[in-house]
């Protein structure tokens, strides 16, 4: 941790906050001097004082032990480039229009990256009734199974969440073109494009 840094982003997210460092400090049972030093990078906070601090300025634990915040550039709405990001413990699905940083059940969690499904591996899409049913014959056991599928294109983003020992399937809006994404426990994440025939 680089004190000064780590002092700087303090201030400044202090007073983002419209708190003064009396007030920083009350709320985390210490004094305003203890405050006034790490902004100044004379001393940082104990170890035990990082996440109360954390949680007070609405940040995380590693930006402040960077020192900086890095603000991803505007995403401007095409919901294709969605990135997901799964916990392999629990299953969680967090989604996120560009790169964040995402932990869950204490890992730090990476955007999945899909490839493009072999055509054996292709989900089956079929009209029916003015909507589109989607299924598979994926396996789907306890240690194998297809966790969740999802439709996306430039303003969409529809999740189906599967469960093991399920049929893999779903009905959906019949949409004229999208993408559909899936994440298997075993293989990773995939996709396939589709189009409506005209």
């Not at 840094?5 to 997210?13: D, F, M, P």
């Not at 004229?176 to 293989?187: A, K």
């Amino acid at each position: 941790m680089d004190q000064i840094r780590t002092g700087g982003l303090i201030r400044q997210l202090r007073r983002n906050m419209h708190l003064t460092q009396k007030q920083l400090a009350e709320r985390l049972c210490v004094s305003d001097k203890a405050v006034s030093k790490w902004e100044r990078g004379n001393g940082s906070p104990d170890i035990s004082l990082l996440s109360a601090l954390a949680d007070v300025l609405g940040t995380d634990v590693c930006v402040l032990l960077s020192g900086e915040m890095k603000e991803n550039e505007s995403e401007k709405g095409n919901m294709k480039k969605l990135k997901f990001y799964v916990c392999g413990k629990c299953g969680n699905i967090v989604t996120a229009a560009s790169e964040a940083s995402v932990t869950c059940c204490g890992s730090r969690l990476t955007p999945q990256e899909p490839r493009r499904a072999e055509e054996q591996e292709m989900l089956t899409v079929e009209e029916t009734d003015g909507a589109l049913f989607v299924s598979s014959d994926h396996s789907m056991t306890k240690e194998h199974y297809v966790s969740f599928a999802a439709f996306l294109n430039d303003s969409t983003a529809m999740i189906f969440r599967q469960y093991p020992e399920w049929n893999l399937q779903f009905t959906m809006p019949l949409y004229r073109s999208g993408r559909l994404i899936w994440y298997c426990t075993q293989c990773g994440m995939l996709y396939q494009d589709i189009q409506k025939r005209k």
